[in-house]
Nanobody, 126 residues
Framework: QVQLEESGGRLVQAGDSLRLSCAAS????????MGWFRQAPGKEREFVAL????????AYRDSVKGRFTISRDNAKNTLYLQMNSLKPEDTALYYC???????????????????WGQGTQVTVSS
């Protein structure tokens, strides 16, 4: 059974940096797509970034391009999200997620993922 556990969220000031981590366990993740989504109060869960665990290919939502970087450490089975120049609109509960290789459907939709962590709260004050 795949388990995902996020950490690193906290209260920061606008302009600060923060790194989220996601410890993944339960299997090897070859050819999985791993991602970060976020959900603010009263809003739908939205795509933030994704990475192909094997190839390292990445994608980002437009509003975080140039500020956020997704990466992974294969040896540690850990996914990261480095967030720089944080803005109040980045405030949300951030989720780590995993998509099995056989999954079809959009990788930009939460419906396209199979496993989820519990989330870690990021709050950016102005």
């Amino acid at each position: 059974q795949v388990q995902l556990e996020e950490s690193g969220g906290r209260l920061v000031q606008a302009g600060d940096s923060l790194r989220l981590s996601c410890a993944a366990s339960g299997r090897t993740f070859s050819n999985y797509v791993m991602g970060w989504f976020r959900q603010a109060p009263g809003k739908e869960r939205e795509f933030v970034a994704l990475i192909n665990w094997s190839t390292g290919s990445v994608a980002y939502r437009d509003s975080v391009k140039g500020r956020f970087t997704i990466s992974r450490d294969n040896a540690k089975n850990t996914l990261y999200l480095q967030m720089n120049s944080l803005k109040p609109e980045d405030t949300a509960l951030y989720y780590c997620t995993a998509r099995v290789p056989s999954r079809i459907g959009s990788m930009l939709s939460p419906l396209g993922y199979d496993y989820w962590g519990q989330g870690t709260q990021v709050t950016v004050s102005s």
